[in-house]
């Protein structure tokens, strides 16, 4: 992409998802601008094999804005990184069209795994403040990943997920019921359920049995006569 197109693409995403954006000059400002631009450049050397000179533009870049993308992630058009600070992106991550990250946000390994270590962020993605996803992991599109999450699982299209570990508190707009909406002290125990259906299962048929031979007694005394 042109320059001065992907200009033009930073001032729309800017002015379209930070509030906080009051002239197009500010653009320049933004330590996300300087990142992707960075970004870009590095990841065409990457491709080329030159990795120690796509290292270098991406730990440059890191020093000077915060951000530390590494050469190697595949990233969609759109991203817009907010503030910025402490943002890491691993190598093996692949993230998808139009997505924001705040400050703080890892998408980073889990120390696990080898070759694809890094997760999967889908389109129209949103990581708050803080939040760490972690491993070969895939955030589904147009989810939301609440500020301080620790996201280790799979996410489906269209979740919010917030929390340490991470779960879904909203899906497809309904409010997902999840296991801080149970009661902590009456707590539903399947195995003793169980018990009791086979208890009731037991009374009926023994029910049932004393019923049978009543009957039979009536027709052995009806027969005897
Ligand atoms: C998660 C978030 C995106 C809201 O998503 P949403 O789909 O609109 O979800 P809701 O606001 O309906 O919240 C759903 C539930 O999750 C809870 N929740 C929301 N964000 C949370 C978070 N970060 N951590 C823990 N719980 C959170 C809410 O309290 C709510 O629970 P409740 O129904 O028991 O009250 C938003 O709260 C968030 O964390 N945004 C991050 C933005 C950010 O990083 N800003 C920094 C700018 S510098
Ligand atoms: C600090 C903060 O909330 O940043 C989010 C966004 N830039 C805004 O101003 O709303």
Redesign the pocket.
């Known amino acids: 992409m042109k320059f001065i197109n992907f200009v033009k693409q930073e001032i729309a995403v800017i002015k379209d998802r ?3 954006i009051k002239s197009t000059m500010e653009v320049f400002l933004y330590p996300s601008f300087k990142a992707i631009l960075k970004y870009r450049k590095a990841h065409k050397l990457f491709l080329k094999k030159h990795y120690y000179r796509a290292r270098r533009i991406s730990q440059k870049t890191a020093r000077q804005t915060g951000i530390e993308i590494h050469p190697g992630a595949q990233i969609g058009e759109g991203l817009f990184i ?2 910025g600070h402490g943002v890491v992106i691993g190598e093996t991550a692949i993230i998808g069209d139009n997505v924001t990250l705040y400050q703080g946000v890892t998408l980073g390994g889990t120390g696990k795994e080898q070759g694809k270590r890094h997760p999967t962020v889908g389109n129209n993605v949103m990581i708050g403040a803080g939040a760490k996803v972690l491993g070969s992991v895939t955030i589904g599109n147009n989810c939301k990943i609440g500020a301080g999450s620790v996201v280790l699982k799979d996410v489906p299209d269209n979740a919010t997920v917030v929390g340490v570990p991470g779960r879904i508190v909203v899906l497809n707009d309904v409010r997902v019921a999840d296991a801080n909406d149970l009661d902590q002290v009456d707590l539903p125990d399947p195995v003793m359920n169980d018990i009791d259906e086979l208890k009731t299962e037991n009374d009926e048929l023994k029910e049932r049995i004393i019923q049978l031979e009543d009957k039979l007694n009536e027709c052995r005394k009806a027969n005897s006569k």
């Open positions: 930070d509030p906080a907010d503030h």
